[in-house]
């Protein structure tokens, strides 16, 4: 399976802005069958692009966080190395999901891009919260799964995952549309989502990085190529 993956959006000490992706990705990916294929933050035609090369998927990635403005918050309370030209990128791609019926998965900021396009919004900085429970940043915690079917196909309701994002939805900022189906333990914040009516899901963790539950990351990753779970196509 052919899978466009977006990318980091980095800006060098001199100033020239540059494409990054992390190895983690394409080293992980592929063992499953997915041939990653890079697209650029500057990609203006998104629909050659994916004729081009026969894209069958669509991988939204982590890095460059949400900027609160796209909820309509006009404080920034954390310099989380926004991108302008990745946050139309996603927009683009998520919309051309939903015209072409093109599964999508997404990661991390993938998955905050998500929400808020389909009318969520964000915690800005997980960390600010209130005697928070659990550090959501380069640390391990528990998941409950509460979609029934993941659950029973994994034989277990909750799961150890890692975590590495200052942003979060807490369960009011859900988007109305999106259904949750992982929830953290310790704060009940929002760690995984899915359309209801379209192949299109995300997780706030990395399964490709350490400290995830390895048989739940193969089995969404599987379900993802197989189109099954939460990318069913009816």
């Known amino acids: ?13 001199v100033g020239a802005d ?3 992706l992390e190895h983690d990705y394409l080293l992980y990916y592929p063992r499953f069958g997915m041939t990653m294929v890079p697209i650029s933050n500057v990609c203006e035609d998104l629909e050659a692009f994916f004729g081009n090369f026969s894209i069958e998927g669509i991988f939204l990635s982590g890095g460059n966080a949400v900027h609160p403005s796209e909820w309509g918050e006009s404080e920034v309370l954390r310099d989380n190395a926004f991108s302008a030209q990745r946050s139309s990128l996603h927009k683009r791609l998520i919309e051309l999901a ?15 891009a998500i929400n808020v396009h389909f009318g969520g919004t964000l915690t800005q900085d997980m960390s ?4 928070s429970p659990v ?12 979609a029934s079917e993941l659950a029973e196909n994994l034989g277990r309701g909750a799961i150890v995952v890692n975590s590495f994002h200052h942003q979060g939805i807490r369960p009011h900022e859900l988007a109305p549309v999106l259904r949750s189906w992982a929830t953290c333990l310790e704060d009940g914040s929002v760690e995984g989502v ?11 963790w ?3 990085r350490p400290g995830c539950d390895e048989d ?18 009816d």
């Open 1 to 13: 399976m052919r899978v466009a993956i977006t990318q980091r959006h980095l800006t060098s000490e």
């Open 18 to 20: 540059r494409d990054a």
């Open 98 to 112: 939903i015209k072409l019926r093109i599964p999508t998965i997404g990661i991390c900021t993938g998955l905050h």
């Open 128 to 131: 600010l919260l209130p005697a």
């Open 135 to 146: 550090s959501h940043v380069g640390a391990t915690h528990r998941v409950s799964i509460t």
């Open 194 to 204: 899915y359309h209801p009516d379209l192949p299109i899901a995300a997780m706030v």
């Open 206 to 208: 990395h399964p490709e």
């Open 216 to 233: 739940c990351s193969e089995l969404l990753v599987r379900a993802f190529l197989k189109r099954t779970l939460f990318w069913k196509q």
